[in-house]
């Protein structure tokens, strides 16, 4: 297990870039991603322009004998800019798996699709003096996914999203919003939840085409019946390979007993036309 947390250690110092990277690309005229990093951008994408960004991950946990071990793939958010500060917004969580298991009781496998959501960004105001950079953005889901990975109910969310001009290299980004959420109790009962989500990414600008960024992100349970606080602690890397093509890694650890022990994703965003 030290080999695994040492190795996404690594990954979250190597991965560094993604919130700064949103600012110094766009500073650069070039791409800005929302992946891989928890922090949305207060970017939008241009009129007439398509976005893809899509990756994978894969996480463990742990907690007295019992784990819990899974990956996604296909991960991916469509943004396509509608208007000028305006874009549509279609993610989808992936197919995943996931393995469960307890010491001395059986295996138990799951895979399925998760349900994907549709939603908007529109860009509030520009970067001026203190004032951050400001956008809005709200989804719902769309409870069309297969087994334990759909909610059956579609949820919404909405988060305002903040970005700073620290220097030439340096950005600070941040997220602020509510998420509902809803899952299967122990009686069988389906039931939704709300939660505050709060993102804070600092980010580096290597050089022209690489950055990276280490960044906190949670959700604090607002109503009853929560299971309690979860943090979790990342970091990773973004390389871009041409003006609309970017590369990704990320790696964390979870701070909260209700988090991934620690996780590791990959990615790759394109943008279109050329």
Known sequence: MNWKRNAFVTVMWVGCLMGVSGVFAEEMGELVTDRPDATESSSTVAPGYLQLESGFTHFEHNDKGDGLEGHGVVESLLRVGLAEDWELRLGYGGYQWERSHSTGGPTDDDDGSADPEIGFKVKLAEEEGMMPEMAFMSHLSL????????????????????????????????????????????????????????????????????????????????????????????????????????????????????????????????RLPN
Request: with cysteine.
């Open 143 to 270: 409870p069309t996914g297969k087994g334990p990975f759909t909610s059956h109910r579609a949820d919404p969310s909405y988060r305002f999203a903040f970005s700073h001009t620290l220097s030439e290299k340096y950005s600070l980004g941040y997220n602020l919003g509510q998420a509902w959420a809803t899952e299967e109790d122990a009686l069988g009962d389906r039931d939704t939840r709300s939660a505050f989500q709060y993102t804070v990414a600092l980010g580096m600008a290597i050089d022209e085409t690489t950055g990276m960024f280490v960044e906190c992100f949670g959700d604090i349970p607002t109503g009853s019946g929560g299971v309690g606080p979860a943090n979790t602690l990342d970091g990773g890397f973004t390389w871009l390979l041409a003006d609309n093509v970017q590369l990704d890694l990320v790696g964390g650890v979870g701070l909260s007993d209700s988090t991934a022990d620690w996780f590791i994703g990959t990615g790759i965003s394109i």
